[in-house]
């Protein structure tokens, strides 16, 4: 099945919806501490308003890997992968600290999630290269292992989920299954903190909430894709990779004038 047609929801609007979520997600769990309104809020709308950000995550994962199918260029499609990531581990390391400040360890041993997202297409290169099988399963466990011990945010299922959608790419009910499969026990198994105090269980209050926004953008990018690019221009281009800092930084700003 070519899933290349006008059908359904372009590449455009399902980035803003991962934007947009991922934005409003991480100013209400950011800001939790600092701003009273949030504070005073019921648990279930904080749940809704906190954990929204999960649905951002699968999307830009699927997306990566269509990434891979259609860039000209690997090495410049992973260097812009890789700035990005960089710059933002500097936003990280200040946001996700509690009272903002560096926070050094974290800055080199829990990464964002754009390390995930690379790792993925790092891995894509790899099963895509010439090498020997043995070689290939090689480094994709090395590059794995990165992710364990740095405690990526996603952790080892990120990159296994830009993986799935890759390879699952026209098998939309199992594509489902196997993302849902891999969301759950990235929160259920991993000792990643998604930048905040997360206990490692096989179920809590919040696992809920975070199933379901999770379950929803993969249904977007199962289901609801088709191959509709929607329009290109340069701004946008490079505003899906600008706009994670940027709200990270925005989101810094707002607590010091809070405070």
Same mark, same amino acid.
């Given at each position: 099945?070519?899933?290349?047609?006008?059908?359904?929801?372009?590449?455009?609007?399902?980035?803003?919806?991962?934007?947009?979520?991922?934005?409003?997600?991480?100013?209400?769990?950011?800001?939790?501490?600092? =701003?009273?309104?949030?504070? #005073?809020?019921?648990?279930?709308?904080? $749940?809704? &308003?906190?954990? @929204?950000? !999960?649905?951002?995550?699968?999307?830009?994962?699927?997306?990566?890997?269509?990434?891979?199918?259609?860039?000209?260029?690997?090495?410049?499609?992973?260097?812009?992968?890789?700035?990005?990531?960089?710059?933002?581990?500097?936003?990280?390391?200040?946001?996700?600290?509690?009272?903002?400040?560096?926070?050094?360890?974290?800055?080199?041993?829990?990464?964002?999630?754009?390390?995930?997202?690379?790792?993925?297409?790092?891995?894509?290169?790899?099963?895509?290269?010439?090498?020997?099988?043995?070689?290939?399963?090689?480094?994709?466990?090395?590059?794995?292992? =990165?992710?364990?011990?740095? #405690?990526?945010?996603?952790?080892?299922? $990120?990159? &296994?989920?830009? @993986?799935? !959608?890759?390879?699952?790419?026209?098998?939309?009910?199992?594509?489902?299954?196997?993302?849902?499969?891999?969301?759950?026990?990235?929160?259920?198994?991993?000792?990643?903190?998604?930048?905040?105090?997360?206990?490692?269980?096989?179920?809590?209050?919040?696992?809920?909430?975070?199933?379901?926004?999770?379950?929803?953008?993969?249904?977007?990018?199962?289901?609801?894709?088709?191959?509709?690019?929607?329009?290109?221009?340069?701004?946008?281009?490079?505003?899906?990779?600008?706009?994670?800092?940027?709200?990270?930084?925005?989101?810094?700003?707002?607590?010091? =004038?809070?405070?």
């Amino acid at each position: 099945m070519n899933l290349e047609n006008n059908r359904g929801i372009s590449r455009n609007v399902l980035k803003f919806v991962a934007i947009t979520t991922i934005v409003i997600g991480h100013f209400f769990l950011y800001t939790l501490t600092t =701003l009273n309104f949030i504070q #005073k809020l019921n648990v279930p709308w904080r $749940g809704m &308003l906190c954990y @929204i950000c !999960f649905m951002g995550p699968p999307i830009f994962m699927f997306f990566i890997s269509e990434g891979f199918r259609y860039t000209r260029s690997k090495v410049s499609y992973g260097k812009r992968l890789l700035i990005f990531a960089l710059i933002t581990q500097v936003a990280f390391a200040i946001t996700t600290q509690d009272g903002l400040g560096f926070d050094v360890k974290r800055f080199f041993f829990t990464w964002n999630v754009f390390f995930a997202l690379l790792i993925g297409f790092v891995d894509l290169c790899i099963l895509n290269s010439k090498q020997k099988t043995l070689w290939k399963v090689l480094e994709v466990l090395a590059t794995l292992a =990165l992710s364990y011990f740095t #405690k990526t945010e996603w952790w080892v299922f $990120g990159p &296994l989920m830009v @993986i799935a !959608f890759y390879y699952l790419r026209e098998q939309r009910v199992l594509k489902f299954v196997v993302a849902t499969i891999l969301t759950y026990l990235t929160f259920a198994l991993s000792d990643c903190d998604f930048g905040g105090a997360y206990q490692v269980t096989l179920w809590t209050k919040s696992m809920p909430y975070i199933m379901i926004y999770a379950m929803i953008g993969i249904a977007l990018v199962s289901f609801c894709y088709y191959g509709k690019n929607g329009k290109k221009n340069k701004f946008l281009q490079y505003f899906f990779y600008v706009f994670y800092p940027l709200h990270l930084i925005l989101i810094d700003i707002v607590i010091l =004038l809070a405070k």
